[in-house]
C-alpha cells in the first residue's frame, strides 16, 4: 500500500502536465464555441436542470446524476462512500450495508434515516431499511442527499446520525427512453430502461432496473460454527467454513411519477429473490439459505407554493408495505454434535404496512422571517409476523424438534404490533441582520409505544464575505426503540423490553464554506456529540450506552483545467465508550478520499477514486490485532458520442486487488465472543461493462 | 343501419382530406440547418435547438453536422441538393462558412454572438445577448429602486446591442450610462470610475456576455467583491457570473429559441424580419445568497420561478 498512494500522485500530476501542454484533448472545437457560448461553465450551468431550494441547510452534501455515472457506480453504497464523513461498511447476515457516519456504528444501522423521494423507508423490526434489501440501483436516481448530523427536528425519529434522501429522475430529466445493459464479474447481469414524456398533461416519468448477481466470493475461514464444532469435538466438524461468503441476489426496482400542476403520485415496487446469507444469518456459514422481500411505496402529494397570499402547502399521504420473507439454515447439517442433521433451520417472516399523513407549510408574511410549521400522523403496523423453525432453545444448547414446525403468537420471533406516531414541528430562519440568519426550529412527538420526545435544532449562518460562509450549527435528535428492542421474544440473548426510552444525541457543529476562486472550493466542519441511552442487549434491551466524539471534515472541489476536475475530503473522527473509557470501535478515525475526473477528448473520458479507510478499533475487550487499513482504487473509462445515441463504459473497481475487509463484531456476551475472527472479507478487483442508448 | 355507417366514414374521409389541404396551405419554408458536430456538454444544446426548429417549423427541417475542416463545396452542393428555402445557421463555426454560400441564399443565423461588422454586412439572425428590455424589467423587479445602469462595452462587438439598449432604457425611464472602451486596461479604468459613482440602491451594474472588455481572470472577481462588499448590484449576460456573486441573470431557453429561430426563417420566407434582434427566449438565474446580502426581498413564490437558483448547495 505504502508505494501506491505516490504512484497515484504520479500519475494524476503526469495528467495535469500533458493536459497544460496540450498533449491531452485541444479544445479546438470548444474554442469556437466559446467566443459564442460561454465557457464550459456558462454552458454547463445553462442546461442545468432547476435548482432546488433546499430543505434542511445543515451540512448537506448533494450528488447528482451526472457524477454517480461518472463514477460507474452500480450501487448507492459505492456513491455514499465519497461523502467525507460516511463509511459503508458490511454487516455479516446478507452482508447487508451498514452507513457509518462520524463514528455512530451499530449493527443494525437504524441510527441513519434512509428516505426515498422525503419518504422514510424504516422498518419497524430494526429500525433500519430492513433485510434482504442490499441496497438499490442508481440508474433513476436524480440526486442523493446525504445530511451529516441530526435532522430530527425536520424528519423526526432516526435522522440522528444522518440522513439520505434519494431523489428519483423526473419526466423532464429522462426525456424520452434511456436504457443500458452491464455485465461483468461475478457473473452479474443488469438491465435498465427508463422513460420521461408526456400524456393526458401529465409528467410520466418510469424506469425499471433489473439485477442478476452471484455476488463476490470472498474466503471465510472460520465462522461461529468452526468455534461450536471446536466445543463438541470429537464429533465431525459441520461448519462450512473454510467457504466463500454467499453474496448473491436478484433485484427488480421499478417506479412509476405522474405529476400535474400542484399534485404528484407516485408507485414504486423493490423485489429482492434468492438473497443470499452473506456470512451467514447468526454468522454460520449457509450456503442453502435465503431471503426474499417486497417493498411497495404508494404516495400522493399535493403542493401549493401560493395556496393564500404568503403561505405554501404540501401535503402528502403516503403507504409503504414492506415484507420479508427467510429460510435460514442457521447452523449447518451436523451442528450440535449431529443433533441437527439437515441443520438448524429458522424461517422469521415480517409483514409492515406504514400509513402516513404529513402537512408542512411556509408562511413567509412577516418581513425577514420564513416560518415553517407542519404535522402529522403515522399509523405503522407490523400486522403479521409468521416463523417456522426446527428448533427451541430450552437450555444452553437449542434443542432439535425433529421436523419444521410453525410457531406464532408469544413462541414467536417477534410479536404483531402497531405504533401510532402524531408530530407538530415549527421553525423559524429570521434575517435578523445583513448577512445573518437564525434558524430555530422544534419538533415534538408523540409515540404509542415509549412516548414523547421534543427535539430542538439552531442554526446561525453568517455570510462572512462573497467568498466565505461561516455556520454554527446545534441539533438534537431521538432514534426510536425498535421493535426488536422492545417487542423480541425467545431469543435469550437478544430478549425485548417494552420500556425503553429513545436514543438521543445532541451535536454542535462549526462549518465553513470557503470559495478560493471560480474554480476551487473548500469546506471544514467541525463538529462534537454526545450519544446517550444507546440501547444494548445485555441480555435484555437497555438504555445503557453513552458515546462522545469529535471530529473534522474538510473536502475540496477543483476544476483544475478545463478537462480535469478533482475533489478529495479527509474526515477523521475520534469517539469514546463512555462505559469502558476506550475508543468506539469499528468505525474508521481516519479516511481519505479522492477522485479525478478526466475528459481525455472529444469522446473518452476516464474517472478514478481513491479511498483510504484508516485505523478502525476493535472493541475493548476484543484480543484481535488492530484490522488492516485499506486503500482502494476504482477507474471507470467512458466513450460517448458512439452512433445509434449509445455510449459504453468499462469500470474495473479495487484495481489493485487490494485486501479489504470489514470487521466481524465482538459480542462479550456470547461464550464464543469472535464469531469471524478473520473479519468479514469485501470483493477483491473487478471489472463491469456496460453500454447505453438513449432514443 | 349500414347507410348510417357509410355516411359517417364519408364524414371522415371528408374532413380528412380538408384536413390534409389545411395542412398543405399552412406548408412552411423547407429549411435547412447547419449546426457544429461537437462533444458535449454543447451538443444537447444543439440538439434542444434543433428540436426546438422542428417543432415549430411547418415544413420539412434537414440537418447538416458542421465540422472546422469541412470542403465549403460539399456544404454547397448539399444544400443545393436539398433546395432549403432558407438555411438556419447554428453556432459561430456554421456563420464562418456563410461567406461560402451563395449571396441569393436566405440565412438566419442563431446560438451565435453578432458584432456590429456582421449586421453591416446584413446579416439576419438572433443572437445569444439576452434582450435588454427582459433584463432591464427584470432588474426592476428584483431592485425596484435602481434608476442608473453602467456598463462598459467594446463598440465593434456590442455597439448595435447597447444602441438598442439605450432605447429599451429611455422608453422605461431608466437612465443607461454607456461607456465604450477598446481594451482591458481602458475598461478596467472605465470599471474603477463606475465603483466610484455608484449610489446603493439607485446604480446598477451590467456585465456583457464575452465581451473583449472584460477580464474574466483578473478584474472579474475584484469587480464582483467590490461590489459585496459596497451592495453594490451586478447583474449579467453570463449566467457563470451569477454563480460568482452577480445577483441575476438571463440565459438562452435553447429549445424556444429554436422556435424563434424557425419562425423567423418563416417571416424571411416572405421577405420579412430582416434585422438581427436580441434573445426573448430566457430562462432565468438568481444568485440568492447575493439577494439576501443586498437585503432585496424576494418571496418564496418568486423564487419558484427561477430556472437556476445559485447557491446550489
Known amino acids: ?55 434542511a441547510p445543515a451540512t448537506t452534501s448533494v450528488i447528482t446524476a451526472e457524477e454517480i455515472q461518472q463514477l460507474g457506480a452500480r450501487d448507492i453504497s459505492e456513491v ?77 425519529a432516526d435522522a440522528f446520525a444522518g440522513t439520505i434522501n434519494i431523489v428519483t429522475k423526473t419526466a423532464s430529466e429522462i426525456n424520452g427512453w434511456q436504457t443500458g445493459i452491464s455485465a461483468g464479474s461475478f457473473d452479474e447481469h443488469r438491465a435498465w430502461a427508463l422513460y420521461g414524456g408526456d400524456a393526458n398533461g401529465w409528467d410520466v416519468a418510469f424506469s425499471l432496473q433489473l439485477l442478476d448477481t452471484d455476488g463476490q466470493d470472498e474466503n471465510i475461514n472460520a465462522d461461529a460454527q468452526t468455534g461450536l464444532d471446536a466445543l463438541f469435538a470429537p464429533a465431525p466438524s459441520a461448519s462450512l467454513a473454510p467457504g466463500s461468503v454467499n453474496s448473491g441476489r436478484e433485484g427488480i426496482d421499478t417506479r412509476l411519477d405522474l405529476a400535474k400542476e400542484f399534485w404528484r403520485i407516485r408507485l414504486g415496487y423493490q423485489g429482492r429473490r434468492n438473497f443470499e446469507t452473506g456470512a451467514g444469518a447468526i454468522q454460520a456459514l449457509d450456503t442453502v439459505g435465503e431471503g426474499e422481500s417486497d417493498r411497495i411505496n404508494f404516495d400522493v402529494t399535493y403542493l401549493n407554493p401560493e395556496i393564500y397570499q404568503d403561505w405554501e402547502l404540501e401535503a402528502r399521504f403516503s403507504y409503504y408495505d414492506v415484507s420479508t420473507k427467510t429460510h435460514l439454515v442457521l447452523y449447518p447439517p451436523g451442528a450440535f454434535g449431529g443433533a441437527f442433521p439437515n441443520g438448524m433451520i ?158 438521543k444525541i445532541d451535536t454542535y457543529e462549526l462549518a465553513f464554506d470557503y470559495s478560493y476562486s471560480a474554480d476551487l472550493r473548500f469546506g471544514l466542519n467541525l463538529f462534537y456529540y454526545e450519544f446517550q441511552d444507546i440501547i444494548y442487549f445485555t441480555p435484555v434491551a437497555q438504555n445503557t450506552g453513552d458515546q462522545t466524539g469529535y471530529g473534522l471534515e474538510l473536502e475540496f472541489d477543483w476544476d483544475a483545467t478545463d478537462q480535469l476536475n478533482l475533489k478529495g475530503n479527509y474526515a477523521f473522527q475520534d469517539s469514546e465508550d463512555e462505559q469502558t473509557n476506550s475508543d468506539v470501535a469499528n468505525a474508521p478515525q481516519h479516511q481519505f478520499y479522492l477522485q479525478a475526473n478526466y475528459e481525455l477528448s472529444h469522446n473518452w473520458s476516464l474517472n478514478s477514486q481513491l479511498n483510504y479507510v484508516i485505523d478502525r478499533k476493535r472493541a475493548s475487550d476484543d484480543v484481535r490485532k488492530k484490522i488492516d487499513d485499506y486503500a482502494t482504487i476504482d477507474l471507470t473509462l467512458r466513450r460517448t458520442r458512439l452512433p445509434y445515441g449509445m455510449s459504453a463504459a468499462v469500470s474495473i473497481r479495487n484495481l489493485t486487488n487490494e485486501t479489504v475487509l470489514e470487521p466481524s463484531l465482538y459480542n462479550a456476551l456470547s461464550p464464543v465472543s469472535v464469531s469471524i475472527p478473520g473479519d468479514l472479507p469485501q470483493a477483491g478487483r473487478s471489472v463491469f461493462a456496460e453500454i447505453r442508448k438513449t432514443w | 343501419m349500414k347507410i348510417a355507417i357509410k355516411r359517417i366514414l364519408q364524414a371522415i374521409l371528408l374532413g380528412g382530406v380538408l384536413l390534409l389541404s389545411l395542412g398543405a396551405y399552412a406548408q412552411g419554408p423547407s429549411l435547412a440547418v447547419l449546426y457544429p458536430d461537437v462533444r458535449e456538454p454543447y451538443r444537447s444544446i444543439f440538439q434542444s435547438i434543433l428540436d426546438g426548429i422542428k417543432d415549430a417549423a411547418n415544413g420539412k427541417v434537414r440537418s447538416f453536422p458542421l465540422r472546422k475542416n469541412d470542403d465549403p463545396d460539399m456544404l454547397n452542393s448539399w444544400i443545393a441538393k436539398n433546395k432549403p428555402e432558407v438555411v438556419i445557421s447554428l453556432g459561430s463555426l456554421a456563420k464562418e ?201 424576494i418571496s418564496r413564490a418568486e423564487q419558484r420561478d427561477f430556472d437556476l437558483i445559485f447557491p446550489s448547495k
Open chain 1, 1 to 55: 500500500m505504502k508505494t501506491r498512494l505516490p504512484c497515484l500522485l504520479g500519475s494524476l500530476i503526469c495528467l495535469l502536465f500533458f493536459s497544460h501542454h496540450g498533449y491531452g484533448y485541444q479544445n479546438t472545437d470548444g474554442n469556437d464555441l466559446l467566443l459564442s457560448y460561454g465557457d464550459e461553465d456558462f454552458v454547463s450551468i445553462a442546461t442545468g436542470r432547476k435548482q432546488l431550494i433546499s430543505k
Open chain 1, 346 to 503: 429458522g424461517n422469521p417472516d415480517v409483514y409492515e404496512r406504514h400509513y402516513r399523513l404529513d402537512l408542512s407549510t411556509f408562511y413567509t408574511g412577516f418581513e425577514d422571517h420564513v416560518i415553517r410549521l407542519g404535522g402529522g400522523y403515522h399509523l405503522l403496523d407490523q400486522y403479521r409476523i409468521e416463523e417456522s423453525k426446527n428448533f427451541v432453545i430450552a437450555g444452553p444448547v437449542p434443542t432439535y424438534l425433529g421436523s419444521i414446525m410453525s410457531v406464532s403468537g408469544a413462541a414467536a420471533y417477534n410479536r404483531e404490533a402497531d405504533r401510532e406516531v402524531t408530530y407538530l414541528f415549527v421553525q423559524d430562519e429570521w434575517r435578523f441582520a445583513r448577512d445573518w440568519s437564525l434558524t430555530a426550529g422544534l419538533r415534538f412527538d408523540h409515540y404509542s409505544d415509549f412516548g414523547s420526545t421534543a427535539n430542538p435544532r439552531l442554526a446561525l449562518v453568517w455570510d462572512a464575505s462573497i467568498d466565505l460562509t461561516t455556520k454554527f450549527l446545534y441539533g438534537s435528535a431521538f432514534r426510536a426503540p425498535s421493535f426488536a428492542e422492545q417487542f423480541n421474544q425467545v431469543n435469550p440473548v437478544a430478549v425485548g423490553n417494552d420500556n425503553l426510552d429513545p436514543e
Open chain 1, 80 to 156: 455514499l462512500e465519497s461523502v467525507p464523513g460516511v463509511h459503508v461498511a458490511r454487516k455479516a447476515a446478507g452482508y447487508e450495508p451498514v452507513y457509518i457516519f462520524r463514528g455512530i456504528f451499530s449493527e443494525f444501522n437504524p441510527q441513519v434515516l434512509f428516505l426515498i423521494n422525503g419518504v422514510p423507508t424504516t422498518q419497524l423490526l430494526f429500525g433500519n431499511r430492513g433485510e434482504a434489501w442490499g441496497g438499490m440501483p442508481v440508474e433513476n436516481i436524480s440526486r442523493i442527499e446525504i445530511i451529516r448530523g441530526p435532522g430530527s427536528a425536520v424528519y423526526g
Open chain 2, 97 to 297: 462558412f456563410l461567406p461560402y454560400l451563395s449571396p441569393e441564399r436566405k440565412v438566419v443565423s442563431g446560438a451565435a454572438l453578432f458584432s456590429n461588422s456582421d449586421i453591416e454586412q446584413g446579416m439576419i439572425g438572433i443572437s445569444l445577448s439576452p434582450s435588454p428590455q427582459k433584463l432591464f424589467v427584470k432588474l426592476k423587479k428584483l431592485a425596484p429602486e435602481v434608476r442608473r445602469i453602467s456598463v462598459v462595452y467594446h463598440p465593434d462587438s456590442n455597439g448595435w446591442l447597447i444602441d438598442h439598449a439605450k432605447q429599451v432604457a429611455e422608453e422605461m425611464g431608466l437612465v443607461l450610462a454607456a461607456m465604450p472602451a477598446h481594451g482591458v486596461r481602458e475598461a478596467a479604468r472605465l470599471y474603477q470610475q463606475i465603483l466610484a459613482k455608484q449610489e446603493n440602491g439607485f446604480d446598477a451594474i451590467w456585465l456583457l456576455q464575452d465581451d473583449p472588455t472584460l477580464d474574466e481572470i483578473g478584474l472579474l472577481p475584484r469587480l464582483l467583491s467590490e461590489a459585496w462588499n459596497h451592495e453594490f448590484i451586478v447583474f449579467s449576460s453570463n449566467p457563470s457570473h451569477v454563480k460568482r456573486g452577480a445577483l441575476f441573470s438571463l440565459f438562452p431557453d435553447n429549445a424556444q429559441m429554436g422556435k424563434s429561430l424557425a419562425r423567423k426563417a418563416g417571416l424571411l420566407a416572405k421577405g420579412q424580419s430582416k434585422n438581427v434582434e436580441p434573445l426573448k427566449d430566457l430562462l432565468i438565474a438568481v444568485n440568492i445568497r447575493t439577494a439576501d446580502h443586498l437585503t432585496l426581498k
